[in-house]
């Protein structure tokens, strides 16, 4: 299993797609797994539910992808805050794609499809999370500046040259 972890913004659904084709691998995208699981978006389902109710299904649905077929799986930024998900992830091939803060807040612009931005200061988020992903991480790719091409080819090109992950 690959798995593309990394703050909103850092473009882990579109690396994942590029790297899975590469791979020759099936794409999932954890977000939309977890809206087709509730039928509904997930500003909703924070609305509706919460953040706790948006982390039970995301922990649901995430857990149950990553126990399923080989893929190229991008998650949702805030995944890794929930601990048995850090734990399964030690048996992946995890990427993390690093993006600064300012940067990731300048690149999603319009906020209204990303609950967490309307209830946390952006900046504590990330801050927070940075060393969760730093520590799960297999490699890393500085995803600032650059074309989802450039870093699809960087991912691959570390993933072989560290022995990370092969077919
Ligand atoms: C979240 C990130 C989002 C989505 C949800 C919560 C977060 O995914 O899962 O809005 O807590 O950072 P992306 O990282 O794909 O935007």
């Known amino acids: 299993m690959v798995v593309l972890v990394g703050f909103m913004g850092a473009g882990k659904s579109s690396v994942g797609r590029g ?4 791979l020759d691998l099936p794409f999932v995208d954890a977000d939309e797994a977890v809206e087709r699981a509730a039928g509904k978006s997930i500003p909703e389902i924070f609305e509706q539910k919460g953040e706790a109710g948006f ?6 649905v995430t857990i149950a992808l990553l126990a ?10 805030g995944a890794v805050e929930t601990t048995e998900i850090r734990s399964l992830l030690e048996d ?8 600064g803060a300012e ?12 609950p967490m931005l309307r209830s946390h200061d952006p900046r504590a988020l990330h801050a927070r999370r940075v060393p969760l992903y730093e520590t799960i991480a297999d490699v890393r790719v500085p995803a600032g500046q650059r074309s ?3 870093l699809v080819d960087e991912v ?5 040259s560290t022995g990370s992950f092969s077919r």
């Open 148 to 150: 989802v091409e450039e």
């Open 55 to 60: 982390r039970a299904l995301e922990s649901e």
């Open 19 to 22: 790297l899975a084709a590469r």
């Open 103 to 114: 940067e990731a807040l300048t690149r999603i612009g319009d906020p209204s499809t990303r």
């Open 68 to 77: 399923g077929e080989e893929a190229v799986v991008a998650l949702g930024g």
């Open 156 to 160: 691959v090109a570390l993933l072989e």
């Open 92 to 99: 992946a091939t995890v990427v993390y794609l690093e993006l």
